[in-house]
């Protein structure tokens, strides 16, 4: 069946490095990928998202691109900030029943 | 615009007790969803509603878990008898049309203890 993989936490960064969070998954056909982010205290919230191959997601710094040829979709930012210390999670919604499946999330802790 | 609103925020039960969660959408969204989500893991997929009707259950353990929406607006989820195991955050999602480009909204979610 269809699912998703994404790297495991925590990940550590010190303000301004560079991050990257890989995420892969494993689907039928062509699904839509998202990555969502969940601040401490908040719900999950949309942060990006690509519907097909090759299209880049970017919201807030954060860049993702859909590699058909590798089933990834890895986040990056170039320069993060304390107010980027969330839980990450990648998601893919597949083109049956429109199903929104989630891996595992990510925390990323970023210190002054 | 108000978000999904679900309630109660916590809940605290004994094991073979039941108990019912609620959720409003975001008006005028059709698709509904519940999500069960484990301490350390990503959000499950329980059931999923099209305006009234179920479009997948296949995860919803249905000998204990039940969800309806009726009128096809806000949801209600229930477990009976709870087990140790169904302790875990329960996320109450909707979007417009339940596309597969569609983004989701989220609620707050009910943390569910179970003693």
């Known amino acids: 069946g269809n699912s998703v993989t994404q790297m495991e936490g925590p990940v550590t960064l010190s303000e301004e490095a560079f991050l990257t969070i890989n995420c892969t998954y494993t689907a039928t056909g062509y699904p839509s990928l998202f990555w969502y982010v969940q601040y401490p205290g908040e719900g999950l919230q949309l942060l990006l998202k690509?519907?097909?191959?090759?299209d880049k997601g970017s919201n807030k710094g954060f860049e993702a691109t859909y590699r058909k040829e590798t089933t990834s979709f890895h986040l990056e930012k170039g320069s993060v900030q304390v107010s980027d210390s969330a839980v990450y999670f990648c998601?893919?919604?597949?083109?049956?029943?429109?199903?929104?499946?989630f891996g595992a999330g990510t925390r990323l802790f970023v210190k002054a | 615009e108000a978000g999904v609103a679900q309630s109660p925020r916590y809940k605290i039960i004994e094991k073979r007790q039941s108990v019912a969660f609620w959720c409003n959408p975001i008006?005028?969204?059709?698709?509904l969803y519940w999500y069960q989500q484990i301490l350390g893991q990503g959000p499950k997929l329980l059931i999923q509603?099209?305006?009234?009707?179920?479009?997948?259950d296949s995860q919803l353990p249905k000998d204990r878990f039940s969800a309806e929406r009726l009128k096809g607006v806000d949801s209600t989820l229930k477990i009976q008898p709870a087990k140790l195991e169904d302790s875990a955050v329960y996320l109450c999602?909707?979007?417009?049309?339940?596309?597969?480009?569609?983004?989701?909204?989220f609620g707050s979610g009910t943390q569910l203890s179970v003693l």
């Open positions: 509603f099209q305006n009234n009707g179920v479009v997948d």
């Open positions: 998601a893919l919604s597949d083109t049956g029943g429109f199903k929104t499946i």
């Open positions: 008006s005028g969204h059709a698709t």
């Open positions: 999602a909707s979007s417009f049309m339940g596309q597969r480009n569609e983004k989701l909204f």
């Open positions: 690509a519907t097909k191959a090759d």
